[in-house]
């Protein structure tokens, strides 16, 4: 569903970040994307949302070009969860995670009974249902990170990217917001690809690693990946080689 053909990506012309990235992420799989700080997990993530174009190479999202698509056709492709909240006082879970039915609701943004159900399913998926009439701005931080894994789900994309959505969270909430995010793509046959610096939730509920290390990055499943050397540097915190 995620292809990179020779893609190479930088966060400015003096700053190569990843280089001749030829891989394939199928659909229905979870991906964590890992390595150190400044690597290029980020870049590369926004590379594949269409916001930054790529030094060289072509990326398609199951036949898509993100950066030949018209707006329209990349919202109905793939949903991204950034980093930070996303508090608007007295918007309840309920209206943010509808938001993400707007590539769907035409020009006046108006819901109807087949949104409002999407919308309940979408709650419902992530265990917020308790919640929808809650206020965005009082829900801690797992709480919020779910309701906007839930706005990603309404938007009803095959791809969903996610930029550290365990960053702030404590123990159990890291090892929870994986967990949900497997469940999504093996239950909904959703292609999922996540930055994370939390390695062992990963290892436990990715279906492969990809590892960016030295301007190049492989893809292994964890217990391949756990066998690298690069892997090995990385949790030791020496220099990486792939």
Same mark, same amino acid.
């Given at each position: 569903?995620?292809? !990179?053909? @020779?893609?190479?990506?930088?966060?400015?012309? $003096?700053?190569?970040?990843?280089?001749?990235?030829t891989?394939?992420?199928?659909?229905?799989?979870? +991906?964590?994307?890992?390595g150190r700080n400044?690597?290029?997990?980020? =870049?590369?993530?926004?590379?594949?949302?269409?916001?930054?174009?790529?030094?060289?190479g072509?990326? *398609?999202?199951?036949?898509?070009?993100?950066?030949?698509?018209?707006?329209?056709?990349?919202?109905?492709?793939?949903?991204?969860?950034? =980093?930070?909240?996303?508090?608007?006082r007295?918007?309840?879970?309920?209206?943010?995670?509808?938001?993400?039915?707007?590539?769907?609701?035409?020009?006046?943004?108006?819901?109807?009974? /087949? @949104?409002?159900?999407?919308?309940? $399913?979408?709650?419902?998926?992530?265990?917020?249902?308790? !919640?929808? @009439?809650?206020?965005?701005?009082?829900?801690? @931080?797992?709480?919020?990170?779910? &309701?906007?894994? #839930?706005?990603?789900l309404?938007?009803?994309?095959?791809?969903?990217l996610?930029?550290?959505?365990? *960053?702030?969270?404590?123990?159990?909430?890291?090892?929870?917001?994986?967990e949900?995010?497997? =469940?999504l #793509?093996?239950?909904?046959?959703?292609? &999922?690809?996540?930055?994370?610096h939390?390695l062992e939730?990963?290892?436990?509920?990715?279906? $492969?690693?990809?590892?960016?290390?030295?301007?190049?990055?492989?893809?292994?499943?964890?217990?391949?990946?756990?066998? +690298?050397?690069? !892997?090995?540097?990385?949790?030791?915190?020496r +220099? /990486? #080689? /792939?």
């Amino acid at each position: 569903m995620i292809q !990179f053909h @020779d893609i190479s990506v930088a966060n400015n012309p $003096q700053n190569i970040l990843i280089t001749g990235l030829t891989q394939s992420l199928a659909q229905g799989t979870l +991906t964590a994307l890992i390595g150190r700080n400044g690597c290029g997990k980020s =870049t590369l993530l926004r590379v594949l949302a269409g916001l930054q174009r790529p030094i060289s190479g072509k990326i *398609s999202l199951g036949g898509l070009n993100p950066h030949k698509c018209g707006s329209a056709d990349l919202a109905h492709t793939v949903a991204v969860v950034t =980093t930070g909240r996303t508090d608007v006082r007295r918007l309840t879970c309920m209206e943010m995670v509808g938001i993400g039915r707007s590539p769907h609701t035409g020009l006046f943004g108006r819901l109807n009974q /087949l @949104d409002h159900e999407i919308v309940e $399913q979408a709650i419902k998926a992530v265990g917020m249902q308790d !919640f929808r @009439d809650r206020e965005v701005v009082t829900l801690s @931080d797992g709480e919020a990170r779910r &309701i906007m894994i #839930a706005r990603a789900l309404a938007q009803d994309t095959p791809i969903i990217l996610l930029d550290e959505p365990t *960053s702030f969270l404590d123990v159990p909430g890291r090892y929870d917001i994986c967990e949900l995010l497997a =469940t999504l #793509a093996h239950e909904r046959n959703k292609t &999922i690809l996540y930055s994370t610096h939390e390695l062992e939730p990963a290892m436990q509920y990715a279906n $492969q690693i990809m590892l960016i290390s030295g301007r190049e990055a492989v893809t292994l499943p964890p217990e391949e990946m756990r066998l +690298t050397a690069a !892997f090995r540097d990385l949790t030791s915190g020496r +220099t /990486l #080689a /792939l």
